[in-house]
């Protein structure tokens, strides 16, 4: 990829983007999730379809657009693409992180997160879906508390099924 690609993308990160982690709490389990969430939203297809084929090319395959929200009455419909997947976010950060600016600190917290999560070892959790689990501790608590103020969060947690 060439470096004014990199650029742009870093740039688009910069000012459409969200690098972030989001706690869920599962209704039918109480226990808390969380996750990594590289996206960016604009209303614009073109940037979202450049941004779409730059980010195929980083991580090798390509995701679907989302639509966020058609509000109708003329205000124009805003598109999402989205990644959650550990590989992928290390991919996308690892290969902007160099450009980035507004949000370099987001990123890397987030790549020391997912690297925590890594090394945590998993244990069972007999009746529930997956049978395991990765505790969080302190460590992954306080790198949400910083990324949520990073990026001027409200709300601690969000139900499954909600944007975070």
Known sequence: ???RDLGWLAGIMD???????CKML???TGLSHMR?????VN????IIAKSQELIASIIGRKLSVGKVKDYGNGIATCYRIQYTKHDDVVAILNTIKPYLVAKAEQARLVLEFIEIRKRV???SRIGLKGGQDKPYGNGEEGILAQV???NNYRSEE???GKEC
């Open 1 to 3: 990829m060439l470096e």
């Open 15 to 21: 000012g459409e983007g969200t690098i972030t982690l």
């Open 26 to 28: 599962r209704k039918r």
């Open 36 to 40: 990594p969430i590289v996206q960016i």
């Open 43 to 46: 209303t614009n297809t073109s």
């Open 121 to 123: 070892p998993r244990r």
């Open 148 to 150: 949520k103020l990073l």
């Open 158 to 160: 969000r139900r499954v």
